[in-house]
């Protein structure tokens, strides 16, 4: 069974611009969660959604926005990229009310 | 507001010694609750879960937790520690009203040959 897959490995963009960052969960799984984990700060819940819908918001700016497609992949935008953006950002899977997330192996955004 | 708090960022211990790693929570409402574990340059695995089932909880590579209600802890541990452990370890917390689950900062794990 294929786990959550998170693409591309490593971005590197300039401030200002915007990042997509994209994951595949695990077949089966309609819920997808993204996380940010940056230096010194933990893994900071940023977005869920399930059966294509958000379904709950951590507290970051609207400038980091998602979605979740009908095959249940889900994309992560971060517009107006700034240097604290920088972070490994994780997807997890895992099917409503089945609690305890499969994570990918996360995509390393640098902001310069 | 669930939390959850992990006592040391970094802790070292020998090569096949005991690996203790603390965790309290905070829930209004019994919570779930999770060890992850992520080695460098890697996403989460997940080591073990409680889901108010039997208080001791064990999960993989020879870990185990217990859940006590009353101190409000769910400490991480395993009898032997090997060289592979060393890893970053994060405790979690969910209150089952959602599928969201907090995250404790992290405890890196040291093991000292």
């Known amino acids: 069974e294929a786990g959550v897959t998170q693409s591309p490995t490593h971005l590197i963009k300039t401030r200002g611009q915007q990042a997509t960052l994209r994951c595949s969960p695990i077949s089966g799984h309609t819920s997808v969660y993204w996380y940010q984990q940056a230096l010194g700060l933990g893994l900071q819940f940023l977005l869920w959604?399930?059966?294509?819908?958000?379904?709950n918001r951590g507290n970051f700016p609207p400038r980091f926005s998602g979605r979740q497609f009908p095959n249940y992949s889900s994309e992560l935008n971060v517009n107006a990229l700034e240097l604290e953006d920088s972070a490994l950002y994780l997807c997890?899977?895992?099917?409503?009310?089945?609690?305890?997330?499969?994570f990918g192996s996360g995509t390393r955004l640098t902001v310069v | 507001a669930q939390s959850v708090t992990q006592l040391g960022s970094h802790v070292s211990v020998s090569e096949g010694a005991l690996v203790l790693l603390r965790c309290n929570y905070s829930?209004?409402?019994?919570?779930?609750l999770f060890w992850y574990v992520q080695y460098p340059n890697q996403g989460l695995q997940l080591l073990l879960k409680?889901?108010?089932?039997?208080?001791l909880v064990k999960g993989i590579n020879g870990f185990e937790a217990e859940f006590k209600k009353s101190e409000t802890s769910f400490h991480l541990t395993k009898p032997s520690a090997h060289m592979s452990d060393a890893a970053e370890y994060f405790c979690a917390v969910s209150d089952r009203r959602d599928d969201k689950i907090i995250f404790g900062k992290g405890t890196r794990l040291h093991i000292l040959p």
């Open positions: 997890a899977s895992s099917q409503l009310g089945d609690y305890g997330y499969t």
């Open positions: 409680y889901t108010s089932a039997a208080t």
């Open positions: 829930s209004s409402v019994p919570p779930y």
């Open positions: 959604y399930d059966e294509g819908e958000e379904r």
